[in-house]
């Protein structure tokens, strides 16, 4: 799909071009899973080289970032579906050529829908191609801060879960396997989420660092104090996912902690069980033998003394744990 807009004294506008043609007074080009002809159309409309799906996946800084016949061609990575599941990454391009903004995408991300939105009514974020670019940027940087913010309350709630004091009453294994399982579903999913949104952050501050370096475009004052500002609050973001990351993967091993505990209590259990279980069943085996010559089978209160000293030789070793603590 391709989407048109010029710049109004109202802000943004989407118009409507006739089929295969591009108005003359575009300012920015969006093209939404485009089809082969929809890049040929830009491609030679705007003398510019729309990049394939492929050759915006590669990772390399020269085949994401470069300057070619005085277009610049910037290809970032962000993520995608975050409020699901199973979130992921995607790879936008932005190309600055004469003044004006082509994007080349496969995913319609929330802060483009934003953007979109905001630009609408406020004229002064669609100034130039440059400023599309900023605000753009901004946009989903916004979304990244809001994501790791949820992130990380994510995170501390996990860590109460994880670390709070033992209740009064123990909880059966079959719970506690449930709950643990639970836990590590969300620490998976929270730190796959870190590490994409990591990424996305490092490509933004490349990004942010080749248009101010460059030569190609002209920034007004206010725009480049504004990739300024965004590039701080990118390091700052990245800084802070970083710590999350660390957050999680300390999550994880205090939860495989936990679980190896667990596991121990009730191996100990069964072998507290064994040991006691066994002085019993080692005389109800001798007094099982079926040998003429033994005296107790003769006395009047051999079965009596048998069933007590059975339990007299299960009660000793239960007292002696619980006074040693081990129960």
């Known amino acids: ?66 300057e070619e ?41 929330l ?22 670019l900023a605000g753009l940027i901004e946009a989903i940087v916004n979304r990244m801060a809001d994501v790791l913010e949820r992130v990380g309350a ?10 709070a004091p033992p209740k009064k009453y123990r909880r059966s294994a079959k719970s506690v396997a449930r709950d643990s399982r639970t836990i590590l579903a969300r620490v998976g999913q929270n730190g796959d989420l870190t590490s994409k949104a990591r990424e996305s952050l490092v490509s933004l501050n490349r990004l942010l660092t080749f248009v101010q370096q460059s030569g190609a475009v002209t920034l007004q004052n206010d725009v480049r104090a504004r990739l300024r500002t965004l590039s701080r609050d990118v390091l700052a973001l990245s800084d802070h996912s970083s710590f ?55 006395w009047l209160l051999g079965y009596p003394f048998a069933i007590s000293l059975m339990l007299c030789s299960a009660i000793l070793p239960y007292l002696y744990f619980k006074r040693r603590g081990w129960l």
């Open 1 to 66: 799909m391709l989407n048109t807009f010029v710049a109004q004294p109202q802000g943004l506008t989407r118009i409507e071009a006739a089929p295969g043609t591009i108005p003359a007074d575009v300012l920015w080009v969006d093209l939404i899973d485009p089809t082969q002809q929809e890049e040929l159309l830009v491609e030679t409309t705007l003398g510019v080289e729309v990049p394939t799906r492929e050759e915006m996946k590669e990772i390399e800084a020269s085949s994401r970032l470069y």
């Open 69 to 109: 016949n005085g277009a610049l061609y910037l290809t970032i990575t962000i993520v995608t579906r975050l409020d699901s599941d199973l979130p992921v990454s995607s790879q936008i391009t932005f190309i600055l050529a004469k003044d004006r903004l082509v994007t080349n995408r496969y995913a319609d991300p």
């Open 111 to 132: 802060p483009f829908q934003r953007f979109i939105a905001y630009a609408e009514r406020h004229p002064a974020v669609c100034g130039s191609a440059v400023s599309l």
């Open 154 to 163: 994510d995170l501390d709630q996990l860590s109460t879960e994880v670390f």
């Open 244 to 298: 999350l990351g660390t957050k999680a993967n300390f999550l994880l091993e205090a939860t495989l902690g936990m679980l190896n505990i667990e596991q121990n209590n009730i191996i100990k259990i069964f072998s507290v069980a064994a040991v006691v279980f066994l002085p019993p069943t080692l005389i109800a085996s001798i007094y099982g033998m079926n040998f003429h010559l033994m005296p107790e089978l003769d």
